[in-house]
């Protein structure tokens, strides 16, 4: 068996260093090794998001949706208006729950919000709070990331979304987001929801001021977790968003303006997604794009860089909105599938944890008004 990082595709009795390789080698190695693993399906999951506070004291510098408190635009949800706002979509099967840092909302409120959910909508996955906000929880209740991930488990939560990864090298989380939690913690409340049952994504923030060598140490962190636990469903790699955002105005200052620092991120999106497919592929298997950081068009892109799967129809996108994100808000079912089939694969929809979808389980999907769709 090829050792992290390697394989048999190098050819005959080699490895491959799929570091060094060549961008147009290593590309056209991740689309047999996708080919290989996933064949020409595409998958796709019907979610939504449910930002359900914008206050937050952490203060990431690549982050324009998160607002101190007391601040204009500093609110967090009651219960019920988050009911509503998911009541808008009642077709889709998960519901993805991220918030800021509200220092007011007590655990109580987290594991009602899920409580609450669960009744009314029994059809729906609950894919809920990044380990940043159950690190916030275990403080607030005094209890360690075991405790804390059995009573959100008990109160419904079905997985949970592994960001706040950012970048796992703490000397790059300081220079990004000084109050983040470090690495270290990251990976035990991630290892301590895998323990409990629980599944998660892993994800990476690039294109900001990341070396490769950073990207590598990531990428071995998430292999050792996945080796040690097998749970997570996919890898995420997501786009650094610089628009309207502090360390988007540095950075393009830096770079001689926004239109170098694009390209700069573009670049490293088309040599990151291959590399992950090739270095974490044994492993996590399924490779997710991102439509809302890279366009609709840049997604299908994507697919030949070996991505297998398309994201969610997202319905309610804050967070790169917030940023400047110029894609849109939420995608139609129809829209993405159309996109898929207009590259050469065949889509297909998709559970939260990558299985069948039940049809007829869930309410009647009606199409929105274009107002909620998407931007290619």
């Given at each position: 068996?090829?050792?992290?990082?390697?394989?048999?595709l190098g050819?005959?009795?080699?490895?491959s260093?799929f570091?060094?390789?060549p961008?147009?080698?290593?590309?056209n190695q991740?689309?047999?090794?996708?080919?290989r693993?996933h064949?020409?399906?595409?998958?796709?999951?019907?979610?939504r998001?449910a930002?359900?506070?914008?206050v937050?004291?952490?203060?990431?510098?690549f982050c324009?949706?998160?607002k101190?408190?007391?601040s204009?635009?500093?609110?967090?949800?009651?219960?019920?208006e988050?009911l509503?706002?998911?009541?808008?979509t009642?077709?889709?099967?998960?519901?993805?729950?991220?918030?800021g840092?509200?220092?007011?909302l007590?655990?109580?409120?987290?594991?009602?919000l899920?409580?609450?959910?669960?009744?009314?909508?029994?059809?729906?996955?609950?894919?809920?709070?990044?380990?940043?906000?159950?690190?916030?929880?275990?403080?607030k209740?005094?209890?360690?990331?075991p405790?804390?991930?059995?009573?959100?488990?008990?109160?419904?939560?079905?997985s949970?979304?592994?960001?706040?990864?950012?970048?796992?090298?703490?000397d790059?989380?300081?220079?990004?987001?000084?109050n983040k939690?470090?690495?270290?913690?990251?990976?035990e409340?991630?290892?301590?929801a895998?323990?409990?049952?629980?599944?998660?994504?892993?994800?990476i923030?690039?294109?900001h001021?990341?070396?490769?060598?950073?990207?590598?140490?990531?990428?071995?962190?998430?292999?050792?977790?996945?080796?040690?636990?097998?749970g997570?469903?996919e890898?995420?790699?997501l786009?650094?968003?610089?628009y309207?955002?502090?360390?988007?105005a540095i950075?393009?200052?830096?770079?001689?303006?926004?239109?170098?620092l694009?390209?700069r991120?573009?670049?490293?999106?088309?040599?990151?997604?291959?590399?992950?497919?090739?270095?974490?592929?044994?492993?996590?298997?399924?490779?997710?794009t991102?439509w809302?950081?890279?366009?609709?068009?840049?997604?299908?892109?994507s697919?030949?860089?070996?991505?297998?799967?398309?994201?969610?129809?997202?319905?309610?996108?804050?967070?790169?909105?917030?940023?400047?994100g110029?894609?849109g808000?939420?995608?139609?079912?129809?829209?993405?599938?159309?996109?898929?089939?207009?590259?050469?694969?065949?889509?297909?929809?998709?559970?939260?944890?990558?299985?069948?979808?039940?049809?007829?389980?869930?309410?009647?999907r009606?199409?929105?008004?274009p107002?909620?769709?998407?931007?290619?």
């Amino acid at each position: 068996m090829a050792g992290k990082g390697e394989s048999i595709l190098g050819g005959e009795g080699t490895v491959s260093d799929f570091w060094k390789m060549p961008l147009e080698e290593l590309r056209n190695q991740a689309a047999v090794e996708t080919l290989r693993r996933h064949g020409r399906k595409i998958t796709y999951v019907v979610n939504r998001n449910a930002n359900f506070t914008r206050v937050c004291t952490v203060g990431c510098a690549f982050c324009g949706f998160g607002k101190r408190p007391g601040s204009v635009g500093a609110t967090s949800d009651r219960i019920d208006e988050v009911l509503a706002r998911v009541g808008q979509t009642p077709w889709v099967t998960e519901v993805c729950l991220q918030g800021g840092i509200d220092p007011t909302l007590r655990p109580e409120y987290y594991l009602d919000l899920i409580q609450a959910l669960r009744e009314a909508f029994p059809w729906m996955h609950l894919h809920a709070f990044s380990p940043m906000e159950i690190d916030s929880l275990c403080e607030k209740a005094g209890c360690e990331p075991p405790e804390m991930m059995g009573k959100l488990r008990a109160a419904g939560v079905g997985s949970i979304p592994g960001t706040a990864a950012e970048i796992l090298v703490d000397d790059v989380r300081r220079k990004i987001s000084r109050n983040k939690l470090p690495a270290a913690r990251w990976v035990e409340i991630v290892k301590a929801a895998h323990q409990a049952g629980v599944r998660s994504s892993a994800t990476i923030l690039f294109g900001h001021v990341e070396r490769w060598e950073d990207i590598r140490r990531h990428f071995e962190v998430l292999q050792r977790v996945q080796e040690e636990t097998g749970g997570f469903t996919e890898f995420v790699p997501l786009a650094f968003v610089p628009y309207q955002n502090r360390l988007g105005a540095i950075l393009s200052k830096r770079a001689g303006g926004m239109k170098v620092l694009e390209e700069r991120i573009r670049k490293r999106a088309m040599r990151l997604y291959p590399l992950a497919r090739m270095v974490l592929g044994q492993s996590i298997p399924n490779l997710q794009t991102s439509w809302v950081k890279l366009g609709v068009a840049g997604a299908v892109e994507s697919l030949g860089w070996g991505c297998n799967d398309f994201g969610g129809t997202l319905y309610e996108e804050a967070i790169t909105r917030s940023s400047g994100g110029k894609h849109g808000e939420g995608l139609e079912p129809e829209q993405m599938e159309s996109a898929i089939r207009g590259a050469g694969y065949e889509p297909q929809e998709r559970s939260t944890l990558y299985g069948s979808v039940k049809k007829g389980v869930s309410p009647r999907r009606k199409v929105l008004s274009p107002s909620c769709r998407g931007a290619s």
